[in-house]
């Protein structure tokens, strides 16, 4: 049987080493909180009508700069989503329909596979083609519109867009 005092002593290294691994963790979560404070973040909402996979290339460079991603042509980042084509491919109008080739993805499908994304020229034509609406998001109404019911009927909906996931 172990005596009180071995107990005792074995309890000591226990703390001491539970000592050690806390202080060695608090360095380096202090490292790490230093060194996320030395680099510059540019909080930037997210970019409607995105794939997931895609979402990494939507960022501004050091110099705020936006590379189009298959021509590789350099614009101001404030001219993504500015509902003005400046990329010739149409990838830097993601969420408008500026750009007769753009595409968008429905909110619903940004972390699907092998989805097809709408044209961009149906964002904000007032005609609902996401399941979720979020192809709608400029909250287009028209001055007449299709009765809920007969839309319904029609499975074809207009703005303002219902959730039909």
Same mark, same amino acid.
């Given at each position: 049987?172990?005596?009180?005092? %071995?107990?005792?002593?074995?309890?000591?290294?226990?703390?001491? =080493? $539970?000592?050690?691994?806390?202080?060695?963790?608090?360095?380096?979560?202090? @490292?790490?909180? +230093?060194?996320?404070?030395?680099?510059?973040?540019?909080?930037?909402?997210?970019?409607?009508? $995105?794939?997931?996979?895609?979402?990494?290339?939507?960022?501004?460079? @050091?110099? %705020?700069?936006?590379?189009?991603?298959?021509?590789?042509?350099?614009?101001?980042?404030?001219?993504? %989503?500015?509902?003005?084509?400046? /990329?010739?491919? =149409?990838?830097?109008?993601?969420?408008?329909?500026?750009? &007769?080739?753009?595409?968008?993805?429905?909110?619903?499908?940004?972390?699907?596979?092998?989805?097809?994304?709408? &044209?961009?020229?149906?964002?904000?034509? =007032?005609?609902?083609? /996401?399941?979720?609406?979020?192809?709608?998001?400029?909250?287009? %109404?028209?001055?007449?519109?299709?009765?809920? +019911?007969?839309? +319904?009927?029609?499975?074809?909906?207009?703005? &303002? /867009?219902?959730?039909?996931?």
């Amino acid at each position: 049987m172990v005596s009180y005092c %071995n107990r005792k002593i074995q309890l000591k290294y226990v703390l001491s =080493g $539970v000592c050690f691994v806390s202080v060695i963790f608090i360095i380096f979560q202090i @490292k790490s909180i +230093h060194e996320l404070t030395n680099k510059a973040f540019i909080c930037v909402p997210p970019i409607r009508g $995105v794939h997931i996979k895609t979402t990494k290339f939507y960022l501004a460079d @050091k110099n %705020n700069k936006f590379t189009c991603l298959v021509e590789k042509e350099l614009i101001d980042f404030e001219k993504v %989503n500015d509902d003005y084509c400046d /990329c010739n491919d =149409g990838t830097d109008e993601p969420s408008t329909d500026a750009c &007769p080739n753009g595409v968008f993805y429905c909110e619903s499908d940004i972390y699907k596979r092998n989805v097809t994304p709408l &044209p961009s020229s149906r964002v904000n034509d =007032g005609i609902c083609d /996401c399941c979720d609406g979020s192809d709608e998001w400029g909250k287009t %109404n028209f001055a007449s519109s299709v009765p809920e +019911h007969i839309q +319904h009927l029609l499975d074809s909906y207009q703005s &303002p /867009c219902p959730n039909k996931c």
